[in-house]
């Protein structure tokens, strides 16, 4: 069975800092993308950034651009979130999920960001409240 465990999130003031993790466990591939997104309360969710396994290639949203940095260590299965000057507007769930992309093969350049819609497996959430 194939595990997201996210973790990181807490209350924190505008301007402060957070750093996401997620965490994979029971992968059978050493292929895949991993996504954050966040859903807002009473807003649709949101991709916020996410990082392929093969090639370390990224991409950051634009409302989060300048201040979030994704990064990835695959022997730990682990992708990191750094969110820095948070902002009111950055209070949301952040979820991370896991595409396996074993089957456009090594060396195929995936178009990022990935669709909601392609994701295999997701996270629980960890819960990001920004106090002004």
């Known amino acids: 069975d194939v595990q997201l465990q996210a973790s990181g999130g807490g209350l924190v003031q505008a301007g402060g800092s957070l750093r996401l993790s997620c965490v994979a466990s029971g992968l059978s591939s050493d292929d895949y993308v991993i996504g954050w997104f966040r859903q807002a309360p009473g807003k649709g969710r949101e991709g916020v950034s996410c990082?392929?396994?093969?090639?370390?290639?990224?991409y950051t949203a634009a409302s989060v651009k300048g201040r979030a940095i994704i990064s990835r260590d695959n022997a730990k299965n682990t992708v990191w979130l750094q969110m820095n000057n948070l902002k009111p507007e950055d209070t949301a769930i952040y979820y991370c999920?896991?595409?396996?992309?074993?089957?456009?093969?090594?060396?195929?350049?995936?178009?990022?960001?990935?669709?909601?819609?392609?994701?295999?497996?997701w996270g629980q959430g960890t819960l990001v409240t920004v106090s002004s």
């Open positions: 990082i392929s396994s093969s090639d370390g290639r990224t």
């Open positions: 999920a896991a595409e396996i992309t074993t089957s456009y093969g090594r060396g195929y350049r995936l178009a990022l960001p990935r669709p909601a819609a392609n994701y295999d497996y």
